[in-house]
């Protein structure tokens, strides 16, 4: 008679092993599979907000503004605004949420639930897939009782070689706060809405829009301990803030920081600033900071439509020539 045979313990083991070692092999192509088809999606969705950029300076003969800035009469004098990236709304298939919110008062732009839409609204091609910002509204503030909800960006307007904070802004990039009420650093001039033809170091070598990531865990240790406006650094990542003069904190990042720079260290960390007034310089930094969480570096938009992957290994002195619209000087494009 017959007599079936099995498999005995070192051939399964033998079997097993071979198993593990194919599928430890194959694991990190299917993630660079995954990173590659992020990384494309990404640039699309940036070539996109260029592109509708373009479009808009082609119809009105300037570009968006970065952030407008008014002050809301008496006895309140708080600040509203609108960003830009509501302006480009229109030209990025988004005309029916255009329409929805209050073109004269965005103040009234502002959802208090995360079903309230405007403001609220979670609009795909903001979002980078290998950034952190969730599918769903933004609780803000996201420490105690959120008192709004936001739909998150990935991407940064070029605001030149220091965007942030309002009275810091040097107003030498392609966005930036404009308005009756817009603020800027003393020695900057005052902000305009930008025409291409003001861009005169060249379309092809000027930065228009860049990646930013939401992923620091040393800058949310300092929101635990008050600071960031009760913010972790994925609540600075509305693209309607609406008003505040934070609200460029987060539409607008520039050369203030080199390309992934994060939080070097905890609060209350060796080397870290002991008061809030001494964190203010390294919280500018680390919200204008461009950086994505693709490895090695990050996607930018420049002002004639093209993208191009930039390292993080790039100087920072360099990156600020990308990002000033007219400082006059010379470079390859393979720099």
């Not at 952190?132 to 991407?155: K, R």
């Not at 003393?186 to 070598?205: C, M, N, Q, Y």
Request: net charge positive; hydrophobic share 35%.
């Amino acid at each position: 008679m017959s007599r079936r045979r099995g498999f005995t313990l070192v051939e399964l083991l033998v079997v097993i092993a071979i198993i593990g070692t194919l599928v430890g092999l194959l694991l990190p192509a299917v993630q660079a599979a995954r990173e590659a088809a992020r990384r494309s999606s990404c640039q699309n969705s940036i070539k996109q907000l260029a592109l509708g950029t373009i479009n808009f300076e082609n119809s009105r003969r300037k570009l968006p503004p970065g952030y407008t800035q008014e002050r809301i009469p008496a006895p309140s004098g708080a600040f509203q605004g609108h960003s830009v990236f509501y302006y480009l709304l229109p030209y990025i298939e988004e005309s029916n949420l255009f329409s929805s919110m209050d073109a004269k008062v965005p103040l009234n732009n502002r959802a208090t639930t995360p079903t309230a839409g405007k403001a609220a609204a979670v609009v795909p091609t903001f979002l980078c897939p290998s950034d952190l910002l969730p599918n769903v509204p933004i609780p803000y503030p996201s420490s105690g009782t959120p008192t709004q909800y936001d739909g998150g960006v990935s991407y940064k307007a070029n605001g030149g070689s220091r965007p942030i904070f309002a009275t810091s802004s040097t107003n030498d990039g392609v966005f930036m706060c404009f308005g009756g009420a817009a603020r800027k650093a003393t020695s900057a001039p005052g902000g305009i809405e930008v025409r291409l033809k003001d861009i005169t170091d060249g379309t092809s070598k000027t930065v228009m829009f860049g990646e930013r990531f939401h992923k620091d865990a040393n800058f949310d240790t300092f929101t635990t301990a008050g600071w960031n406006s009760g913010s972790t650094i994925v609540s600075w990542a509305r693209w309607y803030p609406a008003g505040g003069d934070n609200g460029l904190g987060n539409l607008m990042g520039g050369a203030f920081a080199p390309i992934g720079y994060v939080t070097p260290w905890l609060h209350g960390g060796a080397g870290a600033p002991s008061s809030q007034g001494a964190w203010f310089t390294f919280q500018d930094q680390r919200l204008s900071a461009f950086g994505s969480g693709h490895p090695g570096g990050a996607n930018f938009a420049q002002c004639d439509g093209s993208v191009r992957f930039m390292s993080n290994d790039m100087a920072q002195s360099l990156l600020a020539l990308w990002c000033q619209r007219a400082d006059g000087q010379v470079f390859s494009n393979d720099q």
